[in-house]
């Protein structure tokens, strides 16, 4: 009998702490993509191979609820942690440069709410990531994943002189 208290003492909390856990960790599933638009827009009309390649990404809440989506593996990161732009000039794909990053478990601070109506924009620079050596016409598009559950953007080509 002595045991059994003893037992029960000890997995109690670590059962209690993962219980919460779970309870903060929203479902990335909960997410209705119809809902959500992404797009990518070019902060100017030409660019040249020696400045910076500014785009403004946005995600904007179409739908009459708030969704939650994840911050991860986008630009509302606010920096680059994986390829998830598809850069393409000729038909041929731009190499990533980036950081690739392993992740932990998600945490509530991972995750933003956009209510009806609302929108999130932030800044990309492709210069920095994305091993853009040639001037030419090139297709940008955002691709959505299943870690963020975002949609992917439409298609915008950006011209860059040599």
């Known amino acids: 009998m002595n045991k059994s208290w003893w037992l029960l003492a000890l997995l109690l ?13 929203p479902l990335a599933t909960a997410l209705p993509l119809r809902d959500v638009v992404v797009e990518l827009s070019p902060l100017a009309d030409k660019y040249r191979l020696d400045e910076p390649i500014l785009m403004t990404f946005t995600v904007t809440n179409t739908g009459t609820h708030a969704v939650r989506i994840s911050r991860w593996s986008s630009p ?46 932030c800044e990309v620079d492709l210069s920095r990531n994305y091993a853009i050596t040639e001037g030419g016409r090139y297709e940008v598009r955002f691709r959505g994943s299943g870690l963020n559950r975002l949609p992917d953007s439409d298609p915008v080509e950006i011209k860059i002189k040599d």
């Open 13 to 25: 909390p670590l059962m209690t702490a993962c219980q919460l856990n779970r309870q903060r960790l």
């Open 76 to 121: 509302l990161e606010g920096r680059f942690t994986t390829d998830y732009l598809d850069v393409h000039r000729k038909r041929e794909r731009i190499l990533y440069t980036g950081d690739r990053l392993h992740r932990n478990p998600w945490l509530l601070k991972d995750f933003v709410t956009l209510h009806p109506g609302e929108r999130l924009a």
